[in-house]
């Protein structure tokens, strides 16, 4: 008797879900329900960034974009849209609700705004974190004319001239603005700060000798070092960097455990649904590990990443607690 009872349940049941999933059939809802978990990206997507061309977020960015647009079946392009130390940006993309906007996320944005701004027109929680990927060290440079050869030479430069020379960063709070900020303040040094709007226009005014110095992203700048229009002193990075070889690091230059990268990083709008994060994390994951990434970001001194969401989440928390005491100390505060 039992096992008729539990046929007959069996037989019961499978003929409720039959009917049931005809029904659906019937409604057409079944391909709908499917498609909605796995018809994603649907269109191109638009991977902003918050700062002018010409730094190493362009060279980060569009190497991600680029093999994005291998996998995901849509192109990816990149939108610049500076201003505000990213703020702008920032505020557009946590709107945004079409579910392909994605944006940069920055050691600035993430780590420094929270920090220098009273008011901020975006919150953190407005994003989503999807994965770090890459760190690009700090490299210290001087205009060819200033009469120094590395760092000692160039801090013993600056305490003989206080106040009198000036260095450019791509705005307040910009990574490169810490990593000249952070270096004053262990080498104990006073130097005007020369804020621009992104690295192009700040290191058109460098080459010039309108500036004396800049800390600017490796994969900027090495090309400017190479052909000699700017003199590097010394690198950020915890080791010399192969492109690079005989300039050492600051730590190497009395300055034990210095270490300074800028960070790049892809989030998107909280509104993005968890399919289709889980999908661009795991495509983004691969995409700055791809061959040709990996190619083109070491030939920059770029390092890549690719990590987890949660990975990402943790990092930022970390680099904010971090920075939050350098701005308070250097009273960093915005344009």
């Given at each position: 008797?039992?096992?008729?009872l539990?046929?007959?349940?069996?037989r019961?049941?499978?003929?409720?879900?039959?009917?049931?999933?005809?029904?659906?059939?019937?409604?057409g809802?079944?391909?709908?329900?499917?498609?909605?978990?796995t018809?994603?990206?649907t269109?191109?997507?638009?991977?902003?960034?918050?700062f002018?061309p010409g730094?190493?977020?362009?060279?980060v960015?569009?190497?991600?974009?680029?093999?994005l647009?291998?996998?995901?079946?849509q192109?990816?392009f990149v939108d610049?849209?500076?201003?505000a130390?990213?703020?702008i940006a920032m505020?557009?993309?946590?709107?945004a609700?079409?579910?392909?906007?994605?944006?940069?996320g920055?050691i600035?944005?993430?780590?420094?705004?929270?920090y220098?701004?009273?008011?901020?027109?975006?919150k953190?929680?407005d994003f989503?974190p999807?994965?770090?990927l890459a760190k690009?060290p700090?490299l210290?440079?001087v205009?060819?004319?200033?009469p120094?050869?590395?760092?000692r030479?160039?801090?013993a430069?600056?305490?003989?001239?206080?106040?009198k020379?000036?260095?450019?960063s791509?705005?307040?709070?910009?990574?490169?603005?810490?990593a000249?900020?952070?270096?004053?303040m262990?080498?104990?040094?006073?130097?005007?700060?020369?804020p621009y709007?992104?690295?192009g226009p700040?290191?058109t005014?460098?080459?010039?000798g309108r500036?004396?110095?800049?800390?600017?992203?490796?994969a900027a700048i090495?090309?400017?070092?190479?052909a000699?229009k700017v003199?590097c002193i010394?690198?950020?990075?915890?080791q010399r960097?192969p492109q690079?070889?005989?300039?050492p690091t600051?730590?190497?230059?009395?300055?034990?455990?210095?270490e300074?990268?800028?960070?790049y990083g892809?989030?998107?709008p909280?509104?993005?649904?968890?399919?289709?994060?889980?999908?661009?994390?795991?495509?983004t994951?691969?995409?700055?590990k791809a061959p040709?990434?990996l190619?083109r970001l070491?030939?920059?001194?770029a390092?890549?990443?690719?990590?987890?969401?949660d990975?990402?989440?943790?990092f930022i928390?970390?680099?904010?607690?971090?920075?939050?005491?350098?701005?308070?100390r250097a009273q960093?505060?915005?344009d």
């Amino acid at each position: 008797m039992e096992h008729s009872l539990i046929d007959g349940t069996a037989r019961l049941t499978r003929r409720r879900v039959l009917s049931g999933a005809g029904t659906l059939a019937a409604a057409g809802l079944l391909p709908r329900l499917a498609s909605a978990q796995t018809a994603w990206p649907t269109k191109p997507i638009r991977f902003v960034v918050p700062f002018a061309p010409g730094g190493s977020s362009e060279i980060v960015a569009r190497s991600t974009a680029a093999e994005l647009g291998k996998t995901l079946g849509q192109s990816v392009f990149v939108d610049n849209k500076p201003g505000a130390a990213g703020n702008i940006a920032m505020s557009e993309v946590a709107r945004a609700e079409d579910q392909h906007t994605v944006i940069l996320g920055h050691i600035g944005t993430l780590a420094v705004n929270p920090y220098i701004f009273e008011k901020m027109p975006w919150k953190l929680s407005d994003f989503k974190p999807v994965s770090l990927l890459a760190k690009v060290p700090s490299l210290y440079v001087v205009h060819p004319d200033v009469p120094v050869r590395n760092l000692r030479e160039f801090i013993a430069y600056a305490k003989s001239k206080p106040g009198k020379l000036s260095y450019g960063s791509a705005g307040n709070g910009s990574a490169g603005h810490l990593a000249f900020e952070f270096l004053k303040m262990s080498a104990d040094i006073f130097m005007l700060h020369v804020p621009y709007r992104g690295t192009g226009p700040m290191l058109t005014d460098l080459m010039a000798g309108r500036l004396e110095a800049s800390a600017v992203g490796a994969a900027a700048i090495i090309p400017f070092i190479k052909a000699g229009k700017v003199r590097c002193i010394a690198t950020g990075s915890s080791q010399r960097l192969p492109q690079l070889p005989d300039v050492p690091t600051v730590a190497e230059q009395g300055f034990p455990g210095f270490e300074m990268t800028q960070w790049y990083g892809l989030i998107a709008p909280s509104n993005l649904a968890p399919d289709h994060l889980a999908k661009l994390s795991a495509e983004t994951m691969k995409a700055v590990k791809a061959p040709d990434a990996l190619a083109r970001l070491h030939a920059d001194a770029a390092e890549p990443i690719g990590d987890t969401p949660d990975q990402f989440a943790k990092f930022i928390a970390s680099e904010q607690e971090r920075w939050k005491k350098v701005i308070a100390r250097a009273q960093i505060k915005p344009d």
